[in-house]
């Protein structure tokens, strides 16, 4: 569910991510793996139309074997 934060020019948000690593190595293999799945279109399509955690962490796994 869309979430309003008080931004005019942003809200709703659909897409909210935390990222955490372990490492400043780990940090940036993160970052650059999320910004490669950010890009990609057709997965974010199906990343904002999944209906469970489970089905999110398969996307995400998906892009991070490739």
Known sequence: TPVNFGNK???PVRVVICLAAIDNYSHTK???????????KERMEILKNADSVEEILEIVKDK???
């Open 9 to 11: 020019e942003n809200d």
């Open 30 to 40: 993160a970052l650059s793996t999320l910004v490669n799945l950010l890009n990609d």
């Open 64 to 66: 991070n074997e490739e």
